[in-house]
C-alpha cells in the first residue's frame, strides 16, 4: 500500500505537539494501518477517510469480531480510530465523526494487579542479592555497577509511582535533592513535581558515584555493558523500557515473584500502598499525573475488596 498522508501527518502531530509515548505512537500506528490494510482488502481501494460512514466502522467491527479479539483490543483499535477523526476535524477535513455514537462491547472493570509491602521489600532488595548469588561462584568477577542502577531504578518507581517512560526520560537536573523532589514529563509533555523518598535518593546518589559520572545533566539511568565499570557523562546512553522489562523479570524471579509482572504494576502498588495508608484521591491523581480523577478512583475500589476479604476472613458474623 502506497503510504497514507492523513495517517503520517496525524503521526506527526501526535510525536510532535502532543508529545505522545512511543507506545501509543506504535499502537495508534499500527492500528490505523491494519484499518487500511483491512479496508483495501475489503473494497480493493485505500479508506478515502473523509467519506467513510458509521456503517463502514460497523462492518470493520464485525470483522474484529469474527477474529474473536477480545474487548481490550477493539477498544484500543476504535481509540486510535477516534483520535484520528478528531485530528481531521481539527484540521477542518470533515465536520463530525463517522464512528460517533458507534456501539462498541463494553469492557469488563478489572481491577489492578499490585505488590504487597512484603514482596514490594523483597523485589527492592533481588537485585543486589542476585550480584552477590553471581559473584559467589569461582572465578567469577561480575560489575556491581548495574545492579546499583536497577536497585535504585526499583526504588526510584515505587517511590515516586512512575512510568516507565516517565523513569527513561528522568533526567539528573530533574533531582531536587535537598527538596526531596523530582521533576518528572509525563503524558503530553505535561510536567508535575513529585516527593521522593530518602532510600530512593540514597540509591540514586550510590549509582552515580560509582559510575564516576562527571556534570550535572544527562540521563538519571545509563546502559551499561557488563565490562564497564564507570561510564563518563558524554557516553551515557539512556534506558529503553524493553531492558527495564527484562532486568526485572530477573527479579521477580529472584524474590520468587510472578515473573509476568510488569514495570506498570509497581507503579499500581505505589497507588495502592498510598490508598491503603488513608492518602486522599486528588493528591494521588496529582502524584501520578492522571488527567482524570476517575482514573484514579479504581484504586479505592481495590482497597474496598481487600477490607471486604479481611473483614470475611476474620469477623465471627460476616
Given at each position: 500500500?502506497?503510504?497514507?498522508?492523513?495517517?503520517?501527518?496525524?503521526?506527526?502531530?501526535?510525536?510532535?505537539?502532543?508529545?505522545?509515548?512511543?507506545?501509543?505512537?506504535?499502537?495508534?500506528?499500527?492500528?490505523?494501518?491494519?484499518?487500511?490494510?483491512?479496508?483495501?482488502?475489503?473494497?480493493?481501494?485505500?479508506?478515502?477517510?473523509?467519506?467513510?460512514?458509521?456503517?463502514?466502522?460497523?462492518?470493520?467491527?464485525?470483522?474484529?469480531?469474527?477474529?474473536?479479539?477480545?474487548?481490550?483490543?477493539?477498544?484500543?483499535?476504535?481509540?486510535?480510530?477516534?483520535?484520528?477523526?478528531?485530528?481531521?476535524?481539527?484540521?477542518?477535513?470533515?465536520?463530525?465523526?463517522?464512528?460517533?455514537?458507534?456501539?462498541?462491547?463494553?469492557?469488563?472493570?478489572?481491577?489492578?494487579?499490585?505488590?504487597?509491602?512484603?514482596?514490594?521489600?523483597?523485589?527492592?532488595?533481588?537485585?543486589?542479592?542476585?550480584?552477590?548469588?553471581?559473584?559467589?561462584?569461582?572465578?567469577?568477577?561480575?560489575?556491581?555497577?548495574?545492579?546499583?542502577?536497577?536497585?535504585?531504578?526499583?526504588?526510584?518507581?515505587?517511590?515516586?509511582?512512575?512510568?516507565?517512560?516517565?523513569?527513561?526520560?528522568?533526567?539528573?537536573?530533574?533531582?531536587?535533592?535537598?527538596?526531596?523532589?523530582i521533576r518528572v514529563v509525563g503524558k503530553g509533555n505535561k510536567e508535575r513535581q513529585v516527593p521522593i523518598g530518602a532510600p530512593a535518593l540514597e540509591a540514586i546518589r550510590l549509582y552515580l558515584s560509582k559510575s564516576e559520572r562527571v556534570g550535572t545533566s544527562g540521563p538519571v539511568f545509563c546502559h551499561h555493558r557488563s565490562s564497564l565499570a564507570s561510564l563518563p557523562e558524554e557516553r551515557c546512553r539512556g534506558l529503553n523500557p524493553r531492558m527495564i522489562q527484562l532486568r526485572l523479570k530477573a527479579y521477580l524471579a529472584q524474590a520468587e515473584l510472578d515473573p509476568r509482572i510488569s514495570p506498570h504494576k509497581l507503579r499500581h502498588s505505589?497507588?495502592?500502598?498510598?490508598?491503603?495508608?488513608?492518602?486522599?484521591?486528588?493528591?494521588?491523581?496529582?502524584?501520578?499525573?492522571?488527567?482524570?480523577?476517575?482514573?484514579?478512583?479504581?484504586?479505592?475500589?481495590?482497597?474496598?475488596?481487600?477490607?471486604?476479604?479481611?473483614?470475611?476472613?476474620?469477623?465471627?458474623?460476616?
Open positions: 500500500m502506497e503510504p497514507d498522508p492523513h495517517i503520517a501527518k496525524f503521526h506527526d502531530y501526535l510525536k510532535v505537539e502532543r508529545g505522545t509515548s512511543a507506545y501509543t505512537l506504535r499502537n495508534y500506528q499500527h492500528a490505523l494501518g491494519e484499518f487500511s490494510s483491512w479496508y483495501q482488502g475489503t473494497f480493493k481501494t485505500s479508506p478515502p477517510w473523509v467519506d467513510l460512514v458509521r456503517n463502514d466502522f460497523r462492518i470493520y467491527l464485525r470483522s474484529l469480531g469474527r477474529r474473536n479479539l477480545g474487548q481490550a483490543s477493539i477498544q484500543l483499535r476504535f481509540s486510535a480510530l477516534r483520535s484520528f477523526y478528531k485530528y481531521l476535524i481539527r484540521r477542518g477535513f470533515l465536520g463530525s465523526s463517522p464512528i460517533k455514537n458507534l456501539f462498541l462491547p463494553k469492557l469488563k472493570k478489572r481491577l489492578p494487579k499490585f505488590l504487597t509491602l512484603g514482596q514490594m521489600l523483597e523485589l527492592l532488595r533481588a537485585p543486589l542479592k542476585l550480584w552477590e548469588l553471581k559473584n559467589s561462584k569461582p572465578r567469577s568477577k561480575v560489575e556491581v555497577l548495574p545492579y546499583l542502577r536497577d536497585t535504585a531504578i526499583l526504588e526510584t518507581i515505587y517511590s515516586c509511582g512512575l512510568r516507565i517512560s516517565e523513569l527513561c526520560g528522568l533526567l539528573i537536573e530533574n533531582i531536587q535533592w535537598n527538596e526531596q523532589l505505589y497507588a495502592t500502598h498510598l490508598v491503603d495508608a488513608g492518602a486522599d484521591l486528588r493528591s494521588v491523581q496529582e502524584l501520578l499525573g492522571h488527567a482524570n480523577l476517575v482514573t484514579t478512583q479504581i484504586y479505592t475500589h481495590v482497597s474496598i475488596d481487600r477490607l471486604k476479604t479481611a473483614y470475611a476472613r476474620s469477623h465471627p458474623r460476616a
